[in-house]
């Protein structure tokens, strides 16, 4: 894999209050592939998509998207020039139903002005049809037919995980960032995604920046991973390469040494 | 129960969503139409009111229960409409001119209130309207040469293209052009691409910011539109009494504002009406009720407000959504005879929301 920079990430670090969650971090992203962090909880991974959605402001260091600083960018900015998000614990508008929250994700595409929309004109209504068959598109891929007119709030864990998913699709997006695509789901609905996240990048040729713990879904579907640990970079590479890190199996599992040691308290 | 067969996406976007929705409103339409020969002159007089009350708590709808903005200094945006009205007839202004001022001028007013908005969330920002509210009413009550002070101001009726609307009837006709007019261009707002911006801030602002979504335009917007429906309430709400004067305007009357959105059922246009018809209707009732009581309770100076506050922490309690949320559920348990089941509109509990990040 070879393709163009979409997303670059120059020595990023940001410090909280004296507490360095990312510590000069780079990284680049090509255009087309599925490119994963991991890491022990509190790696700082999170914090990165927060960073690349201007959520927060680096300390030090920036990032470039298509050649454009973020840094530059309004935080609504961020969804119009195309980079959408899901997020780790959901957050859905719980109160309107699948549908409303799908024509939301629709919303850097609106065509249309508050005097149209008061008045609801044939401008506006052209525009609702358009966006409503984008929708049903995203709809049909992700299989969400019997969801359609549900209120979120109703909705189990699982389908709400999709249908935030299918709202970021919505936005047309260049550059998708998963927070955790597979926590809370079973073994089943961890494979649907994974098919979902393979077809996002083959078939609507959109470039995926995830993170995620389930190793078993990062080596499925991940081109490259990039693997964290208290907002350092440990190593990079493909999932199998990183797997094997020293650096990588230490963070997660201690020192060969700690383990020699327990293995002899334990005797 | 009543399926409806979808063969349009248009079908989604209309306002009646099936025969039952054009009938029912049809004739709601024409009752109201026809009022004026049906019923008394007081009780024409009172559906005046709940018809002016119906645009202020429609604005108040969209900026509490769809944006969830609370606004404790509603009735200033009332005042500043009732006033600008008050000045420009008196002034020689046609009637529908000073009217459309009343509203762009109680907007800009909304506009300036919006900013701490965009900086202040919940009971902050309740305290931050609370405030303009005090400060508005002593405007009013300061600035002599405008609005007549605490001895109030008198205003001529209204005048509509040489027609003089002297009569309770004619008047009445007014409101309900405004009222039908003002409820529409809610209704578009709320189906069309501003109005799911609004709710999405609503319920959540970090994925509506990610969605592309101006927070900043988009309250502030509300905020506008909000004022705006509650001025040129406040115009009507003049004319209606003929005098006004600033304890017409106080927190008393911001409170019941609120009071009527919330016991109308947050997040629902109907429960404007429901809310304006309960704060209308229920002064009467409780006059009619107080010849049944003890003379002790009956004649007791605070049993409104005592009966005020009784209704709104039942509500609170018992039914969160509302006289909408309670007329849905009737509505549904008729529809599904025999088949309603006590939790059918038991929420579950919701997951746990990630933590703010702002």
């Not at chain 1, 022990?40 to 690349?52: D, E, H, Q, S």
């Not at chain 1, 993170?211 to 879904?217: A, N």
């Not at chain 2, 945006?77 to 009732?82: D, P």
Request: glycine share 10%.
């Amino acid at each position: 894999m070879s393709g163009e920079i979409l997303l670059s990430a120059r020595n990023l670090s940001v410090n909280f209050g004296g507490v360095l969650a990312v510590n000069d971090v780079s990284f680049d992203v090509r255009r087309g592939e599925v490119f994963t962090l991991i890491g022990p909880n509190g790696a700082g991974k999170t914090t990165v998509f927060n960073l690349i959605s201007r959520i927060y402001e680096p300390t030090s260091g920036e990032i470039h998207f298509e050649g454009k600083a973020l840094a530059d960018i309004a935080p609504h900015g961020i969804a119009q020039i195309g980079i959408a998000r899901t997020f780790q614990n959901i957050e859905l508008f719980e109160h309107a139903t699948v549908l409303q929250n799908l024509l939301i994700g629709r919303h850097t595409h609106r065509a249309t002005g508050l005097l149209s929309d008061l008045f609801f004109t044939t401008k506006t209504r052209r525009a609702e049809v358009q966006a409503r068959e984008k929708v049903e598109q995203v709809i049909d891929l992700l299989d969400l037919q019997h969801q359609r007119d549900s209120l979120v709030a109703g909705l189990p864990y699982g389908v709400r995980k999709v249908v935030e998913l299918a709202r970021a699709l919505c936005t047309e997006p260049k550059l998708l960032l998963l927070d955790e695509p597979s926590s809370g789901l079973n073994v089943e609905e961890t494979g649907d995604m994974a098919f979902w996240i393979e077809d996002i990048r083959d078939e609507l040729g959109i470039t995926v920046l995830m993170v995620e713990h389930d190793m078993t879904l990062v080596s499925r579907v991940s081109d490259r991973v990039l693997a964290m640990n208290q907002g350092e970079v440990l190593a990079l590479g493909t999932p199998q390469e990183v797997q094997a890190n020293a650096a990588v199996v230490e963070a997660y599992l201690g020192a060969g040494d700690d383990l020699a040691s327990l293995r002899r308290q334990a005797a | 129960m009543r399926f409806i067969f979808k063969t349009s996406y248009e079908q989604d976007i209309r306002l009646a969503k099936h025969g039952g929705h054009v009938f029912w409103y049809s004739a709601l339409l024409l009752l109201m139409v026809v009022a004026p020969w049906l019923v008394s002159e007081y009780w024409l007089a009172q559906l005046t009111f709940v018809l002016i009350y119906s645009v202020v708590g429609l604005g108040l709808m969209l900026l509490a229960g769809f944006t969830g903005l609370f606004s404790l200094g509603h009735a200033a945006f009332l005042g500043v409409g009732a006033y600008t009205q008050a000045a420009l007839t008196g002034a020689g202004v046609p009637f529908p001119l000073a009217l459309v001022a009343a509203g762009l001028l109680s907007a800009a007013v909304g506009m300036v209130v919006g900013l701490p908005a965009l900086r202040v969330k919940g009971i902050y920002l309740g305290i931050a309207t609370l405030a303009f509210g005090f400060i508005v009413e002593e405007v009013f009550a300061r600035w002599e040469s405008v609005t007549g002070g605490n001895a109030g101001i008198h205003l001529k009726a209204p005048e509509l293209l040489g027609w003089k609307l002297e009569s309770g009837e004619s008047f009445y006709g007014l409101c309900l052009v405004v009222t039908v007019l003002a409820t529409l261009a809610v209704l578009n707002l709320l189906r069309s691409p501003t109005g799911r911006a609004l709710v999405a801030i609503r319920d959540s602002e970090i994925s509506a910011q990610s969605m592309g979504i101006h927070l900043a335009r988009y309250k502030t917007t509300s905020f506008a539109f909000s004022a705006a429906l509650a001025g040129v309430g406040g115009a009507l709400y003049a004319h209606n009494l003929r005098f006004i004067s600033p304890d017409q305007f106080n927190i008393v009357q911001s409170i019941d504002l609120l009071l009527m959105v919330v016991i109308g059922g947050l997040g629902s246009v109907h429960g404007a009406f429901l809310g304006a018809i309960f704060l209308i209707t229920m002064p009467q009732v409780i006059a009619m009720g107080k010849d049944y009581l003890p003379a002790v309770i009956g004649q007791a100076p605070g049993l409104q407000g005592l009966v005020y506050g009784a209704v709104l922490i039942g509500f609170v309690l018992f039914e969160p959504m509302g006289l909408y949320g309670r007329w849905l559920k009737v509505r549904t348990w008729f529809q599904v005879f025999p088949f309603y089941r006590k939790g059918m509109f038991k929420r579950q509990k919701s997951f746990q929301k990630s933590e703010r990040l702002r």
